[in-house]
């Protein structure tokens, strides 16, 4: 009798812990489609900010893009409204942001090393990135 009991503690301890260990796998899967889905995000906002052609300085724009978790943008892209959908540029920057919000959360180190403000110009009718220090 003494060794069926101690038989149904070991099985019952067994399956809570395995549980609990499976219920840990879950959030590792989650979290890995968060990281697919933010390449995915950035490619698309690669994509659209690829033809910086333009004509003049007012054309070029800065979007911040991201957010670390000590503060700050994770970094700038420069892009042209010349050839390229203001709106639609600046709706993926925010889906970035958001996502990289999320995900920070989830991690325990960061990155918190400078990331200099840019400001766009025109040069040789391509928008261009010239750090401001």
Do not use: W
């Not at 960061?110 to 750090?131: G, M, R, T």
């Amino acid at each position: 009798m003494v060794r069926s009991s101690t038989f149904k503690k070991f099985f019952i301890t067994t399956t809570v812990l395995a549980s609990i260990a499976l219920s840990g796998c879950e959030t590792t899967t989650s979290g890995s489609s968060a990281r697919v889905d933010l390449g995915d995000l950035n490619d698309q906002l690669n994509d659209i900010v690829s033809n910086n052609s333009c004509t003049a300085s007012f054309q070029c724009k800065v979007l911040e893009v991201g957010e670390r978790a000590c503060g700050g943008p994770s970094h700038y892209v420069v892009y042209s409204t010349l050839n390229n959908a203001q709106e639609q540029a600046e709706q993926l920057a925010e889906r970035i942001t958001a996502a990289e919000k999320s995900s920070d959360q989830a991690l325990t180190v960061n990155d918190c090393s400078p990331v200099l403000p840019v400001q766009s110009l025109c040069i040789s009718q391509q928008c261009q990135a010239i750090e401001i220090k």
